[in-house]
């Protein structure tokens, strides 16, 4: 196998051939450090490569590999992970430069399990600011462009883990999802990605601090990878706030059976905010057919947000002051946030009513079982299109570009976002699937359906 199919190689693929000694932890690693040296200043994915640890770790586990009975699942199968989430020893800047020498002393309860699963880091991907907006442009640091066109964004605030993983520079990501900070960087760059349930996955040491909206995800080439990453993610750390059972069978098992026929409800339209463009219309309406044919039950539904526009993004502003972070080294529109941040009872009550309206939203999956939406409300923006508006324009573009996403959010159900076809542009479309509470294994086995018979792993970007 060359150096490039091997860099796109699914990353459970790359695990068995590690197993079987066709390929070593230190020679997949070689390839993707080469590669991200030679792509990344045009892509933007990495805030920073740890190369010196990455060799080092891989080293050892090719050593390890003559004599192992037993190996963890993903066993010298280099990732990335987002730079909001601490690693003992590496920079965490939360895409400010300003802590570029903020070394953690801990890991994220996520990383710790990453790490368990046998990963090896390659380092810390790109994000907005604090993860607050659905591209990845933070002043101090090249912007995360979309591989498929170097032009637009790779999406936020996962953006440069989907970057690096849709260029081939790393098999497979950790991201983080407070209102699409998943979904969107996975439609953006052909991807599949998955915010799971509320409580699926730990927020240890430290704790959530933004009410259950946001959780951490798996960004993947293919479903059968994102489930696996998110078996390896999940389960319970003592004194987490709220939590999910581990489930039976296993996601990835979940991805090797048959859905049955489901009933599903779809809409192109999120109202208050309006209709999808037609790039994302014709990704919802592509899948409807293809469900149709797969003998489900689909039938077109209204769907209104309203009442969940204002608070939840009191609740999702709240996450600039929750920072800590000074006022003054803060980007423009992170200062106008933080300045809009009001008193701790006008976010409870706040989050009062978000929990309000998330009830009515699950009351709608009594009778459904998956909602196909559009991922955004309209296909990607270019890098630094809105660069030059004020920070309440800014704001507002942001909230209907993303309005199909935060209500899965404010609900704690899972969603996944999957590809579906290119654009005029070149760029990937992509649909959105949204379960009931706790129902990822559903999700899995209709995404994993859909897959099968519309096959994406062929396709590659010409950067990558």
């Not at 450090?33 to 770790?57: C, K, M, W």
């Not at 109202?271 to 044919?293: F, H, K, M, N, R």
Request: charged share 15%.
């Amino acid at each position: 196998m060359n150096k490039v199919d091997l860099a796109f190689t699914p990353a459970l693929e790359q695990a068995q051939l590690i197993r079987r000694r066709e390929v070593s932890p230190s020679e997949l690693v070689e390839v993707y450090l080469e590669r991200i040296s030679r792509l990344n200043p045009q892509l933007g994915s990495y805030f920073t490569v740890t190369a010196e640890q990455a060799i080092a770790d891989a080293k050892a586990k090719t050593e390890m590999l003559p004599n192992a009975s037993e190996l963890p699942p993903f066993f010298g199968v280099p990732i990335s992970i987002k730079d909001l989430n601490p690693v003992a020893g590496i920079a965490c800047t939360y895409g400010n430069p300003a802590l570029l020498n903020n070394i953690s002393d801990y890991d994220d309860g996520v990383v710790t399990r990453i790490k368990q699963a046998g990963f090896i880091l390659l380092g810390k991907t790109a994000t907005s600011e604090l993860g607050s907006t659905p591209y990845t442009e933070p002043t101090g640091f090249p912007p995360a462009r979309n591989p498929w066109n170097l032009e637009y964004t790779a999406g936020g605030s996962s953006g440069g883990a989907a970057a690096a993983v849709a260029a081939g520079l790393c098999a497979i990501a950790q991201g983080s999802d407070g209102g699409g900070s998943i979904r969107g960087p996975a439609a953006c760059c052909g991807l599949v990605g998955i915010k799971p349930s509320r409580g699926r996955v730990t927020h240890a040491p430290v704790g959530d601090r933004l009410s259950g909206i946001a959780i951490n995800g798996p960004i993947a080439r293919t479903v059968a990878d994102a489930a696996a990453l998110l078996d390896a993610m999940s389960g319970y750390v003592t004194g987490d706030p709220y939590w999910l059972s581990d489930p039976e069978p296993s996601f990835l098992a979940a991805t090797q059976q048959k859905p049955g026929t489901l009933r599903i409800a779809y809409t192109t339209s999120i109202a208050p905010l309006g209709e999808a463009d037609a790039s994302c219309q014709q990704g919802v309406l592509q899948t409807v057919q293809l469900l149709q044919e797969l003998g489900h039950t689909v039938e077109q539904k209204s769907i209104d947000f309203s009442g969940l526009v204002e608070p939840f993004q009191v609740v999702w502003q709240t996450s600039v002051a929750s920072s800590g972070i000074p006022a003054e080294i803060l980007q423009p529109l992170n200062r106008w946030l933080l300045a809009r941040t009001g008193s701790a009872g006008q976010y409870l009550q706040a989050v009062y009513q978000m929990q309000v309206v998330a009830r009515q939203i699950v009351a709608f999956f009594d009778t459904v079982d998956v909602l196909v939406l559009p991922v955004y409300l309209h296909s990607p923006i270019r890098v630094g299109e809105w660069a030059n508006l004020s920070p309440e324009e800014t704001f507002q573009n942001i909230i209907r570009w993303i309005s199909p996403c935060p209500a899965a959010n404010a609900t704690g159900q899972p969603a996944i976002a999957l590809p579906v076809g290119f654009d005029e542009l070149g760029l990937p479309i992509s649909v959105q699937l949204v379960g009931r509470p706790a129902a990822e294994t559903t999700l899995l086995r209709l995404a994993a359906q859909l897959e099968a018979a519309k096959p994406w792993i062929q396709h590659r970007p010409a950067l990558g």
